[in-house]
């Protein structure tokens, strides 16, 4: 038998390789052809390793369909604009074009330094003080490709206060003494594992207010997650006077 009828033999399948590694959501389909598989999951499973470009396999060049579409131009920061160096070119280029060729061949010899310095701390507080930071960069690791920048940004965005609408859809009847509908599975679950130590009324904080009430009743804050000898499951103390820290061990009456 051949070398190469040997290693298609040999050779896993991708449903075979993915019941015997860690991780088999990063098993791709030309991976069984490796000449070891499993190690080279293995590589690919460790944090913050740097992907192969996916455009290898492919007979079609890198960004050939970007070929033939127009560049925007660039456009300056809003941070660089406010310093009023656009102005000042504009104001110097225009001074350019009025001048005859004689005054340019001039300027050209003895040119006039300086006319378009803008003041120092000015420069300082734009690029120190007030530079944002750009949008869409990319992570380490991460390889542009054609349509990056037509994707819609799907960060997670930090949230705000419940307008009353958005307090209906969710069935909290309108009213800021409502719970969240996703208390109570947080009082079965626990907080989200992502952020441990966010203090959730209700949860491991007391209630916002004296109108709210522990219960299954409709405007109800279900129940405070303690154990047998009432203990907070989540830390906190969900059982505080409403409206106080949480943190301490307040009395109930």
């Known amino acids: 038998i051949s070398k190469r009828k040997l290693r298609e033999l040999i050779r896993p399948t991708v449903a075979d390789l993915k019941r015997r590694v ?10 069984v052809t490796a000449a070891d598989p499993d190690f080279l999951i293995a590589l690919k499973a460790i944090p913050h390793t740097t992907p192969v470009p996916f455009h290898w396999g492919r007979k ?6 970007k070929r033939g ?18 102005n000042i ?28 310095d803008v003041d120092y701390k000015i420069l300082y507080e734009a690029f120190f003080k007030y530079q944002t930071k750009p949008k869409n960069l990319t992570s380490w690791g991460d390889l542009y490709y054609e349509g990056k920048e037509l994707e819609t940004n799907t960060d997670i965005k930090p949230g705000g206060t419940l307008s009353k609408s958005l307090q209906i ?35 491991n904080a007391p209630l916002p207010n004296s109108n709210c009430q522990y219960g299954y009743h409709p405007g109800g804050w279900g129940k405070p997650p303690v154990d047998a000898y009432g203990r907070p499951l989540y830390g906190g103390n969900p059982l505080g006077r409403p409206g106080s820290g949480g943190d301490g061990d307040d009395e109930n009456d």
């Open 22 to 31: 860690q991780r088999p959501d990063l098993v791709e389909a030309h991976d």
């Open 60 to 65: 079609r060049k890198y960004l050939q369909g």
């Open 69 to 86: 579409l127009e560049k925007t131009l660039f456009k300056l920061p809003d941070f660089i604009i406010k310093t009023g160096i656009a």
């Open 89 to 116: 070119r504009d104001t110097a280029m225009e001074e350019e074009e009025k001048q005859n060729a004689k005054q340019t061949n001039r300027g050209r010899v003895n040119p006039k330094m300086g006319s378009m």
């Open 169 to 203: 859809a969710l069935g909290m009847g309108g009213s800021k003494n409502a719970p969240p509908p996703w208390l109570w599975n947080m009082q079965r679950y626990g907080p989200p594992p992502n952020h441990q130590r966010l203090k959730i009324p209700g949860l």
